[in-house]
């Protein structure tokens, strides 16, 4: 997870690289990436990060802008399959900017 630290921060875009093909794990359906929020702010939907759009080298982006107050986590979940959810089969890439100076991510 991804943590808002400091001051608050705007996200401004974010890409899910897939770094292999994926569609040998039979039990990868997908992945989402949102944040912790009582009410959720999705970045990547289930629907969109569904297997058949995660090929190997494959990219999933979003852009707009989103608040993530301090305390704030974005989660990024990997939906079944053993080889999927090994951290190291992905690139989170995260632009943001601090709503003041001093905030960041971590």
Not at 26 to 45: E, H, K, M, R, Y
Not at 46 to 73: F, H, P, R
């Amino acid at each position: 997870m991804i943590k808002a630290t400091t001051q608050d921060v705007v996200i401004e875009s974010l890409v899910a690289y897939c770094k292999r093909d994926l569609s040998g794990d039979a039990g990868f359906t997908g992945l989402s990436v949102q944040t912790d929020d009582t009410t959720n702010q999705v970045f990547i939907s289930q629907a969109e990060g569904v297997k058949a759009n995660l090929t190997a080298e494959s990219q999933i982006a979003w852009t707009g802008a989103i608040l993530l107050k301090v305390d704030s986590y974005i989660d990024f979940s990997v939906y079944g399959g053993a080889v999927a959810s090994v951290v190291s089969l992905w690139d989170l890439i995260i632009t943001y900017r601090a709503v003041v100076s001093g905030g960041y991510i971590a």
